[in-house]
């Protein structure tokens, strides 16, 4: 039973550039949530996708955005980059059915870097 | 607004001694729930454990064991008998509102 996966492992940009992240949920999830976690500080919450549309979105600017597919995967778009934007951003899923609808099962994220 | 506060920046041990970690956090929701991560050095998530706000029994599970008390708003971690291969950073989060609020995280070193 695959978990979480993400793709690339890691990528290099410049500011200005755009980048695209993908994540696969793990088998039977149905629900994606996007994370970034900079350097030596916790996840931050970016967004939620349930049933292709996002369901919550944290304290983000609009040049982060994201789609969910019908298979449940899930991309997260960054436009403009700025060197700020450099960090690990993690995937997490959940099911929404289930005891626990709220355990989030986390990717071992993309390592972005903007220079 | 929720906030997650981990006052322990770094904590460094001696294989088998006992390592607890601090988390204070802050609702104004009477329903939630509140995790531990570890984030070992590869940099993915692993969820420890999990406990929802009606439930303050206190638990031991293995070697990990928590004290919830939504009175002083705290749910602690104790890691017992500690491991070299315990040495990570743990993260407390508080879950509310479809989105999980992370604390700053400690970073546990156990030597040998």
């Known amino acids: 039973d695959a978990g979480v996966t993400q793709s690339p492992t890691h990528l290099i940009k410049t500011r200005g550039q755009q980048v695209t992240l993908r994540c696969s949920p793990k088998?039977?999830?149905?629900?994606v949530s996007w994370y970034q976690q900079a350097l030596g500080q916790g996840p931050q919450f970016i967004f939620q996708?349930?049933?292709?549309?996002?369901?919550q979105r944290g304290n983000f600017p609009d040049r982060f955005s994201g789609h969910q597919f019908p298979n449940y995967s899930s991309e997260l778009n960054v436009n403009a980059l700025l060197l700020g934007d450099s960090a690990l951003y993690l995937c997490?899923?959940?099911?929404?059915?289930?005891?626990?609808?709220?355990?989030?099962?986390f990717g071992p994220g993309t390592r972005l870097t903007v220079l | 607004a929720q906030k997650v506060t981990q006052a322990q920046t770094e904590i460094s041990v001696v294989e088998k001694e006992d390592v607890t970690l601090d988390c204070v956090y802050e609702?104004?929701?009477?329903?939630?729930?509140l995790f531990w991560y570890k984030q070992p050095p590869s940099g993915e998530l692993v969820f420890l454990i999990r406990?929802?706000?009606?439930?303050?029994q206190n638990e031991i599970s293995g070697r990990y064991s928590w004290n919830f008390q939504k009175s002083t708003s705290s749910f602690n971690f104790t890691i017992t008998a500690s491991q070299v291969v315990d040495s990570a950073v743990y993260f407390c989060?508080?879950?509310?509102?479809?989105?999980?609020?992370f604390g700053a995280g400690t970073t546990v070193t156990v030597r040998a």
């Open positions: 997490a899923s959940s099911s929404t059915t289930g005891t626990f609808h709220n355990e989030q099962f």
């Open positions: 406990r929802n706000s009606f439930d303050e």
């Open positions: 088998s039977g999830h149905d629900t």
């Open positions: 989060a508080l879950w509310n509102d479809y989105k999980l609020s």
């Open positions: 609702t104004r929701d009477t329903t939630y729930y």
């Open positions: 996708y349930y049933e292709e549309e996002e369901r």
